[in-house]
């Protein structure tokens, strides 16, 4: 197994900057925007957002929730290791909102489409976006992310890991290559 760092800390934070300023840029004062954190990682992704957007945009009241959803993936029932689900916080309603997903990693698009049927479920949102720390290719499914942080195309055999203090005690993105 092989291991590369694709952003540290720094480039972490550069990243999540210039994501922040992206979103500023198509939902100005997020009055009518909700973001919705992926759980786990988006979830702390989604924090950091909101941080980013008070703190050096001045944007104080951004709605925003986090989803679990463990229950809406298609291999829920087929996987070989017992998915534990997390908390869903949101508490917020998406009817004529445009929501935002915030993730980690865009790789099959399968996560996303669990997310849009958990959405569906609370609500009819007016517009659904997607936010990515890192796109990796490979797309099962016709989705794309609106908002990116950086495109890393991988080979199938490589893997994107996303660490984050919550989490891990620190900070990076890598790249983790096995060995066939």
Same mark, same amino acid.
């Given at each position: 197994?092989?291991?590369?760092?694709?952003?540290?800390?720094?480039?972490?934070?550069?990243?999540?900057?210039?994501?922040?300023?992206?979103?500023?840029?198509?939902?100005?004062?997020?009055?009518?925007t909700i973001l919705v954190g992926l759980q786990p990682r988006g979830k702390s992704l989604c924090e950091k957002l909101v941080n980013i957007l008070r703190?050096?945009?001045?944007?104080?009241?951004?709605?925003? *929730?986090?989803?679990?959803?463990?229950?809406? +993936?298609?291999?829920?029932?087929?996987?070989?290791d017992i998915l534990l689900p997390n908390k869903t916080d949101f508490k917020l309603l998406v009817e004529n909102k445009k929501v935002v997903f915030i993730?980690?990693?865009?790789?099959?698009? +399968?996560?996303?489409?669990?997310?849009?049927?958990?959405?569906?479920?609370?609500? +009819?949102?007016?517009?659904?976006?997607? *936010?990515?720390?890192?796109?990796?290719?490979?797309?099962?499914?016709?989705?794309?992310?609106?908002?990116? *942080?950086?495109?890393?195309?991988?080979?199938?055999?490589?893997?994107?890991?996303?660490?984050?203090?919550?989490?891990?005690?620190?900070?990076?993105?890598?790249?983790?290559?096995?060995?066939?």
């Amino acid at each position: 197994m092989k291991k590369k760092i694709i952003l540290n800390d720094n480039q972490l934070d550069t990243t999540l900057d210039r994501l922040a300023c992206q979103l500023t840029e198509n939902h100005e004062d997020f009055k009518e925007t909700i973001l919705v954190g992926l759980q786990p990682r988006g979830k702390s992704l989604c924090e950091k957002l909101v941080n980013i957007l008070r703190d050096k945009y001045n944007i104080n009241s951004v709605n925003h *929730g986090f989803l679990d959803i463990t229950f809406f +993936r298609d291999d829920f029932r087929r996987n070989k290791d017992i998915l534990l689900p997390n908390k869903t916080d949101f508490k917020l309603l998406v009817e004529n909102k445009k929501v935002v997903f915030i993730d980690d990693v865009l790789y099959t698009g +399968r996560t996303i489409r669990a997310a849009m049927e958990e959405i569906f479920s609370l609500g +009819r949102p007016n517009k659904i976006q997607l *936010g990515v720390l890192i796109d990796r290719g490979h797309r099962q499914l016709p989705i794309k992310a609106d908002y990116v *942080g950086k495109n890393y195309p991988t080979s199938i055999n490589e893997h994107i890991h996303v660490y984050l203090n919550e989490f891990d005690n620190k900070e990076s993105v890598e790249l983790v290559e096995y060995d066939e």
